[in-house]
């Protein structure tokens, strides 16, 4: 094989390793940027109970938030606190973008005791197969009331 050929062959080696090195480079960076952008959809969340729930009824929550863009569907997992963690049905939700107020009912069954409880929400967003973002919030606390009596 001639010089020239070499230096040639060896220039084009050279190249190409460059251009891989750059490409992986700049694949790093994009993922590691991923990690912080985009920033988390929710920007406001509170969350209270507005109705007296009783056992075997249903606790009304209103849900204000604000949403700085559309994303992908939020998992939502509700929970009862007085010590314990008592989980109540998860579901799949898409909010809106933007600022809302919205109220959700969720059923409580006789197997929930009267009691003081704080209602604690968690929202995850799958933001990239690697990233999630996940809201947790608490309301203050309530008094579940015994189950009414009569029909």
């Known amino acids: 094989m001639s010089t020239a050929h070499r230096s040639y062959t060896d220039r084009a080696l050279m190249l190409l390793m460059s251009l891989s090195v750059g490409l992986i480079s700049l694949g790093m960076v994009g993922l590691v940027a991923?990690?912080?952008y985009p920033p988390g959809p929710i920007t406001r969340l509170v969350i209270r109970v507005v109705n007296e729930p009783r056992v075997?009824?249903?606790?009304?929550?209103?849900?204000?938030y604000c949403k700085s863009?559309?994303?992908?569907p939020a998992e939502v997992r509700w929970a009862l606190l007085d010590?314990?963690?008592?989980m109540l049905p998860p579901?799949?939700?898409t909010l809106?973008?933007?600022c809302h107020v919205r109220v959700v009912a969720l059923p409580l069954t006789r197997a929930v005791a009267p009691g003081v409880y704080q209602l604690q929400v968690t929202g995850i967003y799958h933001i990239w197969p690697w990233r999630e973002e996940v809201y947790t919030r608490r309301s203050p606390?309530?008094?579940l009331l015994p189950e009414a009596e009569g029909p």
Do not use: K, M, Q
């Open 56 to 64: 075997n009824g249903e606790l009304h929550i209103e849900v204000d």
């Open 69 to 72: 863009r559309d994303t992908a």
């Open 83 to 86: 010590g314990v963690e008592i």
């Open 34 to 36: 991923t990690a912080w």
């Open 96 to 98: 809106p973008e933007g």
């Open 91 to 93: 579901y799949v939700v």
């Open 141 to 143: 606390s309530f008094r």
